[in-house]
């Protein structure tokens, strides 16, 4: 299966779908309307200007939607894109509004209700603008939760709607159904949308457990458009189409809504067709810094959503602990008791081994780092984007011995070679337990994987090592990616791996450990946590933990080892590995123990080479002890790693 790109004329003999004859016979008569007419008629609406070509385009526009969503859902395509004008999500049942004549993505999601039975629908509005009538469509409707975020101004900015506030939820059976997210001011970028993701939708989102993702794709929100005023850049909408494709086993239908900045629009559009291909997302420009009007709005909305969503329940107020009975944890050697650097991390020079040819990114500013920078201008930041091609090899797999039963998929390459044997034998020599033969074949392979994917030649890759040896081998992957030409490696280590004592404290590490006895920070790049008990729990842990950090940091190499006693099951796994599948543009390795299942590496290499994650199903609640713990590491790092934020500092 692959994406769809939708914009043909015979989307003109799909029947449309809507309940109000009389606005359909009134649309279809602009097409004999002299100019005086249509200008009265449009004179009836807001923001409205009908043309005699009106209601044709606007069939298109909605049998794009139908088409696509029953390619999607049918599994024609894995997912797609439809290419529309007029955009939909302001049209109400009987009124045209704001350029918008039928509701696309409304008219969608009764469709997928209606014709495939479908019983939970997210749909994801990030036009800059509030998509009012999406929202009244479905406000009493628990099976679509609808989630908009849109430049607001306290009610200042069209449609000036004083339901299109945080606490505007839904009505009836469809109250917590409805999620607005209003920006207060403009200049919103990346670091701020990223936050709304991890903080606000998605925990939402997962309980959900949708089975299709509809997305209102306006890129009036994007840098340089003239209605919006925001600072996000076209990359940012790859990472959040990225994070939306871990949902609904991939099914996502994206239907063009706004956009004004014709280069702007051009890139946001090209990018989210790319991560939807299952591309790896560029990197994020610009610091990740939340503002502070950004948190607002974000603490708010999470507020009035609390009573209907039990993921945010536990949580109480965002970053307090509630009870918790973990004691602090006494900073190590060079760091002081708020876990500031002692030594400000200097970054290295560009190496040759850089596949995007270019000195990746600063770490922000040192570790108390106060504010974004100024945005550059738009056209600057547009000649900054990096539309590199892909590897020439998606995914490799390399393992000590071929395992008949490793269903992989085609272009997923089982790796043949090796590092020289003198090299291989010099990075074992530290290291006792990689002395035996079969460690050293194993270490090996990594070598050459791992220099391949510092080549560029490689994107992501699996490698197996025997259990015995694998501290020793994350040891040595660790030091070869610093030293041939990753700047910043963030290593996700699971199960009983100890950071290395020999990894130098100099900010070019962020060493997460999943499976501690303790949640403890260490320093600011030394988190442990212990391996929470219930599916809740897990997401809670990936979505305000590890992408938080994970995305401060902004690292351009992500390790993930599967270590011994990990505890993790195949489809947590998954989900771990592909939303982490974000960072590093996409340059992800994943070490594994050689008796892991056959089933295991075949589900990584799926999900590294762009495939959707196995739903976890239904997410069950965090126990008190695991909330406890992510809440205790939230408050001690949030100083230090800003994108843990989902609450504005108080002014005192």
């Known amino acids: 299966m692959g994406t769809a790109l939708v914009y043909h004329e015979d989307m003109t003999a799909t029947r449309l779908l ?62 797609g894109l439809a290419l529309v004008r007029p955009p939909g999500h302001h049209s109400q049942r009987a009124a045209a509004n704001g350029f918008c004549v039928f509701n696309n993505v409304a008219i969608a999601a009764a469709h997928a209700k209606q014709k495939h039975g479908l019983h939970r629908i997210l749909i994801v509005d990030w036009d800059v603008h509030h998509g009012q009538g999406i929202q009244y469509l479905f406000e009493d409707d628990p099976s679509v939760l609808y989630f908009s975020w849109h430049r607001y101004e306290h009610g200042r900015f069209w449609p000036f709607l004083r339901e299109s506030d945080a606490d505007a939820v839904g009505r009836g059976q469809g109250l917590g159904f409805t999620v607005n997210l209003p920006w207060n001011q403009v200049g919103m970028g990346n670091a701020d949308y990223v936050a709304a993701f991890l903080h606000l939708l998605l925990p939402l989102a997962f309980e959900f457990d949708p089975e299709l993702v509809l997305v209102s794709a306006g890129f009036d929100s994007a840098i340089g458009d003239p209605e919006g005023q925001m600072q996000a850049t076209p990359e940012c909408f790859a990472h959040l189409t990225h994070l939306l494709q871990v949902l609904a086993g991939g099914r996502v239908c994206a239907m063009l809504e706004g956009g004004y900045h014709l280069e702007s629009l051009a890139e946001s559009v090209c990018m989210t067709v790319q991560a939807l291909l299952g591309d790896p997302a560029p990197p994020l420009s610009g610091l990740m810094v939340p503002c502070q009007s950004a948190l607002e709005s974000i603490q708010s909305a999470r507020a009035a959503q609390a009573p209907y969503w039990k993921s945010l329940q536990l949580q109480g107020q965002c970053g307090q602990v509630l009870g918790c009975r973990i004691p602090p944890q006494a900073p190590c050697s060079g760091y002081d008791s708020e876990l500031s650097l002692d030594v400000t991390p200097v970054p290295t020079s560009p190496s040759t081994h850089s596949p995007e040819g270019r000195p990746p990114p600063l770490l922000p500013g040192g570790p108390m780092c106060k504010a974004a920078a100024p945005a550059p201008a738009p056209s600057s930041l ?35 070679g090796s590092a020289l044997r003198e090299e291989t034998e010099a990075w074992a020599r530290p290291h006792e337990s990689l002395a035996r033969e079969e460690a050293l074949t194993a270490l090996g392979k990594l070598l050459y994987l791992l220099d391949g994917m510092l080549d560029g030649q490689v994107n992501s890759g699996i490698a197996a090592t025997p259990a015995s040896a694998a501290a020793a081998t994350l040891d040595v992957a660790i030091q070869r990616g610093l030293s041939h030409g990753a700047q910043r490696l963030l290593c996700v280590a699971l199960g009983q791996l100890d950071r290395p004592p020999d990894l130098a404290h100099d900010g ?104 959707a994650p196995p739903s976890l199903g239904p997410s069950s609640v965090a126990s008190p002890e695991d909330v406890q713990a992510l809440m205790y590491l939230r408050g001690q790092l949030e100083p230090q790693w800003k994108m843990l934020q989902c609450r504005p500092h108080l002014v005192v």
């Not at 209601?55 to 696509?68: S, V």
């Open 18 to 79: 809507w309940d109000d004859p009389e606005y359909v016979s009134l649309v279809r008569k602009t097409q004999v309307l002299g100019e005086e007419e249509l200008q009265a008629l449009s004179g009836q609406f807001d923001a409205i200007y009908f043309h005699p070509s009106t209601f044709h385009c606007a069939r298109l526009a909605a049998g794009a939607g139908l088409q696509l969503v029953d390619a999607v859902l049918t599994g024609a395509v894995q997912n």
């Open 382 to 416: 547009l000649d900054q984007l990096c539309l590199c091609p892909a590897p020439s090899v998606r995914t490799t797999v390399a393992l000590t011995a071929p395992d008949i039963t490793l269903v992989l998929p085609p272009d997923v390459i089982q790796q043949e």
């Open 508 to 611: 070019r590490t962020l060493w997460l450990n999943i499976g501690g006895k303790e949640a403890a920070a260490l320093s600011m790049f030394h988190v442990a946590t212990p391996l929470p008990v219930m599916t809740g729990g897990f997401l809670s842990c990936i979505l305000g933990l590890v992408l938080p950090l994970a995305y401060g940091f902004q690292p351009d190499l992500v390790l993930v080892a599967l270590g011994p006693g990990h505890g993790l099951q195949g489809p947590h796994a998954a989900l771990l590995a592909a939303m982490l599948r974000g960072l590093a543009g996409g340059r992800v390795l994943a070490l594994l123990e050689e008796d892991s299942t056959p089933q295991l590496a075949g589900i990584l290499a799926r999900v590294l080479r762009g495939e």
